[in-house]
């Protein structure tokens, strides 16, 4: 089965501090995502990366940045938090090409930024 | 840009058959997607259309008809445990495989 582990479920960090959400695949998967999840809103893709040391700016990329150094980790950075990223931070997986692009998701992190 | 738009909410009897639409503002994608939250949980997929028409799997079925920039998830037989949100995506091929979603339609299933 694939795997998408998030490092953290819950984290509570405070203003203007620097935070790092790692995400870790175990199937080879070329594609990576981060989203936030707000009621209402939906998924909001933040960023995605589909090579090592490859990535794309999503629908949301203003105050995160992304590191993508091995293919099995992708790290959503948050350069100073806001109170306004308080939210659920989900990360996926998916292969490049494939039939279905179905993309298999981590448990989230929920993030509280206080 | 690009959108897709579903109904917040939709609530059915247990038994039951209910469609959830799908509309979307966007072209040359490469499939929609369907996938099902509970909640506490994470999404799940449930199917795919790359093509136009039905995709049939156990009491879940998939629509998409490009023409008319509309798709649907329908369900079947409903169960209490279908209560969850289900979100439409679609995907595109851009280097990798880009994929947004709606915001979303919770079902609500009744006895």
């Known amino acids: 089965d694939v795997k998408v582990t998030q490092s953290s479920r819950y984290l509570v960090k405070r203003t203007g501090e620097k935070v790092f959400l790692e995400c870790v695949q175990d199937?080879?998967?070329?594609?990576m995502f981060w989203y936030r999840q707000d009621p209402g809103l939906g998924l909001r893709l933040i960023y995605f990366?589909?090579?090592?040391?490859?990535?794309e700016k999503g629908d949301i990329p203003e105050g995160y940045s992304v590191s993508r150094e091995k293919k099995e980790r992708f790290s959503l950075i948050l350069e100073s938090a806001s109170t306004n990223q308080t939210s659920m931070y989900l990360c996926?997986?998916?292969?490049?090409?494939?039939?279905?692009?179905?993309?298999?998701f981590g448990q989230g992190t929920r993030l509280t930024v206080v | 840009g690009q959108s897709l738009e579903q109904p917040s909410e939709v609530t059915a009897v247990e038994g039951a058959i209910v469609q959830i639409n799908c509309t979307y503002q966007?072209?040359?994608?490469?499939?929609l997607s369907w996938y099902q939250q509970h909640d506490g949980g994470a999404p799940t997929f449930l199917s795919y259309?790359?093509?136009?028409g039905l995709e049939e799997t156990g009491r879940f079925s998939s629509f998409l008809s490009r023409s008319d920039s509309y798709g649907y998830l329908l369900l079947q037989e409903l169960q209490m445990k279908d209560s969850a949100s289900y979100f439409c995506?679609?995907?595109?091929?851009?280097?990798?495989?880009?994929?947004?979603f709606g915001a979303g339609t919770r079902l609500f299933v009744k006895a």
């Open positions: 996926a997986s998916s292969l490049r090409e494939g039939g279905s692009a179905e993309a298999f």
């Open positions: 199937m080879d998967h070329e594609n």
């Open positions: 990366s589909y090579d090592v040391k490859m990535k």
């Open positions: 966007t072209s040359g994608f490469y499939g």
């Open positions: 259309n790359a093509l136009d």
């Open positions: 995506a679609v995907t595109w091929e851009t280097g990798g495989f880009k994929t947004i």
